[in-house]
């Protein structure tokens, strides 16, 4: 017999589907108590553990059309928050890797956040990063973003495949977030999901 809380996470998952931003922020808070400590233990970083939570709330919103297949949303979130905290472990090494090859000090993360800067210096940057963009990825996000165009539409209005609007999307938001970091603004979950609107 299937529990009233599994049909409620079955709907939720169906809303989210068909893209539904009420209900995928009801996940988002949902889970994010779970994944926090989860990928706490991984990173040791505040920081890095919001921005894995980000990165796989990102992905499951790029993945959506897939969730109607779930059975166990928590597992399937676990495993996007795996990848997520192996990439970004990787991707420490490395840079300890090259912090020794060179001998120098690692410098200190800047502690400056959104809610401390002026949303007009946070638009430019977003502007500028996304002017940086190449052609194509840059008119996909266009297309996502001013238009409100969906994944199928902007493939088929491109004659694309969904996979590669979708890799686009993902690729875009991750050079603006960086860009945004580079200048000393860390986006907060809240942010980070206002940008998938």
């Known amino acids: 017999m299937v529990s009233s809380g599994n049909n409620e996470e079955r709907l939720l998952l169906k809303q989210i589907a068909e893209g539904n931003e009420q209900a995928f922020a009801v996940l988002f808070y949902r889970y994010l108590p779970v994944l926090k400590p989860f990928t706490l233990k991984f990173t040791k ?16 919103w790029l993945n959506r059309e897939k969730l109607d297949d779930i059975e166990n949303v928590k597992s399937w979130l676990y495993k996007f928050a795996s990848n997520e905290c192996l990439n970004y472990l990787r991707k420490q090494l490395k840079e300890a890797r090259a912090i020794d090859n060179l001998g120098i000090e690692y410098p200190k993360e800047s502690n400056d956040t959104i809610d401390t800067l002026n949303l007009n210096d946070v638009n430019y940057l977003v502007g500028q990063a996304i002017d940086r963009l190449p052609g194509q990825r840059k008119r996909i996000y266009l297309m996502s973003r001013s238009e409100g165009m969906n994944i199928p539409e902007i493939a088929a209005a491109l004659e694309l495949s969904p996979n590669t609007i979708k890799n686009a999307l993902v690729i875009s938001l991750k050079t603006i977030r960086e860009h945004l970091n580079k200048n000393g603004i860390v986006l907060s979950a809240l942010t980070y999901i206002a940008l998938l609107k």
């Open 45 to 60: 970083n505040s920081d890095a553990a919001e921005e894995i939570i980000q990165d796989t709330f990102l992905r499951v």
